[in-house]
């Protein structure tokens, strides 16, 4: 089991960028594929990227943030993040990240062991 903690949420303008980061502790990181999530008000939670486990040579978007989010890991540093550029109102959501342990990604929220407590990100028009 590992435990997550994501930052970096917070207000931002239509147009404008965030860098949300989540700290892994509690495993061995490099072993776990990772993925972000948000869930909007009144919605179920989505998948937003992947990135595969050991070097992160595999990433995986969804086609609504592809282009525009960029989902990267440091595993000296046990943390992956999610770059969010061009944000759009559509995007306010709480952000989860999620833990996979293996080196295979996938988009399935029932796939991952593993969760952190969500980051509110919130994109004004």
């Known amino acids: 089991q590992v435990q997550l903690v994501e930052s970096g949420g917070g207000l931002v303008q239509a147009g404008g960028s965030l860098r949300l980061s989540c700290a892994a502790s509690?495993?061995?990181?490099?072993?776990?594929?990772m993925g972000w999530f948000r869930q909007a008000p009144g919605k179920e939670r989505e998948f937003a990227a992947a990135?595969?486990?050991?070097?992160?040579?595999?990433?995986y978007y969804a086609d609504s943030v592809k282009g525009r989010f960029t989902i990267s890991r440091d595993n000296a540093k046990n943390t992956v993040y999610l770059q969010m550029n061009s944000l759009k109102p559509g995007a306010t959501a709480v952000y989860y990240c999620?833990?996979?342990?293996?080196?295979?990604?996938?988009?399935?929220?029932?796939?991952?062991?593993?969760w952190g407590q969500g980051t509110q990100v919130t994109v004004s028009s």
């Open positions: 999620a833990a996979r342990f293996g080196v295979l990604t996938t988009r399935r929220t029932d796939e991952y062991d593993d």
């Open positions: 509690g495993g061995t990181f490099s072993r776990y594929a």
């Open positions: 990135i595969s486990g050991s070097g992160g040579l595999v990433t």
